[in-house]
């Protein structure tokens, strides 16, 4: 592996990683700021319904964000064996 490859997969690493990161811990503002427009997009709403569009859309965040979080520290792991190792 080649510097450049090595600095390109800890970039695409760290990047996953720092999304992956934000978006788990901000999905409860993500999401209730999404609710929000939704609400606003549709005038009126059952109280019932917000509350499940908010949990709906703070759920979506917390799953992409666990994804990224995953794939960006495999990516990690995976280029620091690949360079530092000798197989």
């Known amino acids: 592996m080649t510097k450049d490859q090595f600095n390109g997969f800890v970039t695409i690493g760290v990047t996953l990683v720092g999304i992956g990161l934000i978006l788990l811990f901000f999905s409860t503002y993500f999401g209730s700021s999404m609710a929000d427009n939704w609400l606003m ?3 009126t709403a059952d109280t019932a319904m917000f509350h499940i569009r908010i949990e ?3 759920n979506n965040f917390v799953v ?3 994804i990224l979080l ?3 520290l495999f990516t990690l792991i995976q280029t620091y064996f690949i360079k530092f190792t000798k197989v």
């Open 41 to 43: 997009k549709q005038g």
């Open 56 to 58: 709906s859309y703070i």
């Open 64 to 66: 992409s964000g666990g």
């Open 70 to 72: 995953g794939f960006g």
